[in-house]
């Protein structure tokens, strides 16, 4: 047998990579958003330049001292505009390839972009002078990059960038600002401004690790969630999710005791010649609804959907001791909600049910690329064999010899039909009839 923790390392294991990669793909998307946020406000700070030139040329011409230092800003703003539809065109192609950016490139371009205040700044220096530029509104712009770090969902990254703006301007102002008079308390002024530009990287690098612990954990479970789907199908209920998450799913066969239950409509195919195609598949489909969630209340599950029919499994993947009791139990109440949804409809359906309990082979079988959880054994084979006796003895649900005695006094209304030849099977088998 294979042990609880032994298929929960598989499954951690078998998910990792899958999780690697959605992770890696969501914190791709949060930088796109962040560099079409800085598309965004480098064009509305080139547009509001253009406009400000174009409204009054006078004033722009004062602050820049002349056309010369406007054109600088204005190539500037180009460039850096460009430069991010770059970035995104990039993380676009990695999105594509699932692959991620290296981590040098994503430190050299936060340092290129956070660079880009200082550049300016150090141009309006030149043209309005230190304490006018240090005083007006370029030093703010650091606070963009610094929020917009937060999208990087990576800690030291914003505490990287909050870095690089805190250290730039500090060296901006104590290079261009040292002949000041009153020195000392400039240098109070920009340490402590580079200081909480600094602090502003730290938390912006605390939100966004925060958010990548929530995005991780979403895609840890929406991962767990996809792999149980893909392994037991879509049909399996909310709940018996949930226990196949926390149990594990491993990779493994193992041996397990189950009981396997296998319902086939019963004339379905004649019905069927004188019906819409349309209208065969509504009919099929509410009653394999019904039928499904009684077997969800049971703690069944359907392994496979069989054309009018289906195999289902109790004890298997989640070991259940009174597997053979649960699978009777939901035989019975199927054949009673057969007859209730059957009661004014203009074609009535006829369920055949067999049950047989008993060891099987149960694991993820199939190519590398798809796997499908199913049962290996003679008691599924039996169990189907056991199904289509119902046609011979026009009963609806037999069950075994294993069955019955499982079932101890709750049995006691099953009617022995006696040693019966069963096809495929060399010596007659005991079989029992439940109403």
């Given at each position: 047998?294979?042990?609880?923790?032994?298929?929960?390392?598989?499954?951690?294991?078998?998910?990792?990579?899958?999780?690697?990669?959605?992770?890696?793909?969501?914190?791709?998307?949060?930088?796109?958003?962040?560099?079409?946020?800085?598309?965004?406000?480098?064009?509305?700070?080139?547009?509001?330049?253009?406009?400000?030139?174009?409204?009054?040329?006078?004033?722009?011409n004062r602050v820049w001292q002349g056309a010369e230092g406007f054109s600088e800003i204005y190539g500037i703003l180009v460039g850096f505009i460009m430069f991010e539809v770059w970035v995104h065109s990039q993380i676009r192609r990695n999105l594509k390839l699932d692959r991620d950016l290296p981590v040098v490139?994503?430190?050299?371009?936060?340092?290129?972009?956070?660079?880009?205040?200082?550049?300016?700044?150090?141009?309006?220096?030149?043209?309005?002078?230190?304490?006018?530029?240090?005083?007006?509104?370029?030093?703010?712009?650091?606070?963009?990059?610094?929020?917009?770090?937060?999208?990087?969902?990576?800690?030291?990254?914003?505490?990287?960038?909050?870095?690089?703006?805190?250290?730039?301007?500090?060296?901006?102002?104590?290079?261009?600002?040292?002949?000041?008079?009153?020195?000392?308390?400039?240098?109070?002024?920009?340490?402590?401004?580079?200081?909480?530009?600094?602090?502003?990287?730290?938390?912006?690098?605390?939100?966004?690790?925060?958010?990548?612990?929530?995005?991780?954990?979403?895609?840890?479970?929406?991962?767990?969630?996809?792999?149980?789907?893909?392994?037991?199908?879509?049909?399996?209920?909310?709940?018996?999710?949930?226990?196949?998450?926390?149990?594990?799913?491993?990779?493994?066969?193992?041996?397990?005791?189950?009981?396997?239950?296998?319902?086939?409509?019963?004339?379905?195919?004649?019905?069927?010649?004188?019906?819409?195609?349309?209208?065969?598949?509504?009919?099929?489909?509410?009653?394999?609804?019904?039928?499904?969630?009684?077997?969800?209340?049971?703690?069944?599950?359907?392994?496979?959907?069989?054309?009018?029919?289906?195999?289902?499994?109790?004890?298997?993947?989640?070991?259940?001791?009174?597997?053979?009791?649960?699978?009777?139990?939901?035989?019975?109440?199927?054949?009673?909600?057969?007859?209730?949804?059957?009661?004014?409809?203009?074609?009535?359906?006829?369920?055949?049910?067999?049950?047989?309990?008993?060891?099987?082979?149960?694991?993820?079988?199939?190519?590398?690329?798809?796997?499908?959880?199913?049962?290996?054994?003679?008691?599924?084979?039996?169990?189907?064999?056991?199904?289509?006796?119902?046609?011979?003895?026009?009963?609806?649900?037999?069950?075994?010899?294993?069955?019955?005695?499982?079932?101890?006094?709750?049995?006691?209304?099953?009617?022995?039909?006696?040693?019966?030849?069963?096809?495929?099977?060399?010596?007659?088998?005991?079989?029992?009839?439940?109403?």
């Amino acid at each position: 047998m294979v042990s609880f923790a032994s298929r929960k390392t598989r499954l951690h294991a078998a998910m990792s990579e899958d999780f690697e990669r959605e992770l890696t793909r969501e914190v791709l998307r949060t930088e796109l958003i962040r560099v079409r946020a800085l598309i965004v406000t480098g064009c509305v700070l080139l547009l509001f330049v253009s406009a400000m030139y174009m409204v009054d040329p006078a004033v722009m011409n004062r602050v820049w001292q002349g056309a010369e230092g406007f054109s600088e800003i204005y190539g500037i703003l180009v460039g850096f505009i460009m430069f991010e539809v770059w970035v995104h065109s990039q993380i676009r192609r990695n999105l594509k390839l699932d692959r991620d950016l290296p981590v040098v490139r994503r430190y050299i371009g936060a340092l290129m972009e956070t660079s880009l205040p200082t550049v300016i700044l150090i141009l309006q220096i030149r043209s309005m002078g230190p304490s006018q530029a240090l005083g007006f509104v370029v030093p703010l712009i650091y606070f963009i990059f610094v929020i917009l770090s937060t999208l990087r969902l990576d800690f030291k990254l914003s505490t990287f960038t909050g870095f690089v703006a805190a250290v730039e301007l500090l060296t901006v102002a104590l290079i261009y600002n040292s002949a000041a008079a009153d020195g000392i308390p400039l240098l109070y002024f920009h340490a402590v401004r580079s200081t909480i530009i600094l602090i502003c990287g730290v938390l912006a690098g605390a939100v966004g690790a925060q958010l990548r612990r929530q995005f991780a954990a979403s895609i840890a479970a929406a991962t767990a969630r996809d792999r149980v789907t893909n392994l037991f199908g879509q049909h399996v209920s909310p709940q018996v999710v949930e226990q196949l998450m926390a149990a594990g799913t491993g990779a493994a066969s193992d041996l397990r005791h189950v009981a396997v239950m296998f319902v086939d409509f019963r004339g379905f195919t004649a019905g069927a010649q004188s019906r819409t195609p349309q209208e065969v598949v509504d009919r099929l489909d509410g009653a394999f609804a019904v039928l499904v969630d009684i077997l969800d209340r049971h703690g069944g599950i359907v392994n496979k959907f069989l054309g009018d029919g289906f195999l289902a499994l109790f004890g298997a993947p989640l070991a259940a001791s009174d597997a053979a009791h649960r699978a009777v139990a939901a035989g019975r109440e199927m054949l009673t909600a057969m007859d209730r949804i059957n009661g004014g409809s203009s074609w009535p359906l006829r369920i055949g049910i067999g049950i047989h309990f008993g060891e099987v082979v149960a694991g993820n079988i199939g190519s590398p690329r798809r796997k499908e959880y199913t049962v290996i054994g003679d008691t599924v084979n039996f169990a189907s064999r056991l199904e289509a006796l119902n046609k011979e003895f026009g009963s609806q649900l037999l069950i075994s010899a294993s069955v019955r005695e499982a079932l101890g006094k709750d049995g006691d209304d099953a009617v022995a039909l006696g040693e019966v030849e069963v096809r495929g099977y060399e010596q007659k088998v005991p079989v029992y009839q439940l109403g």
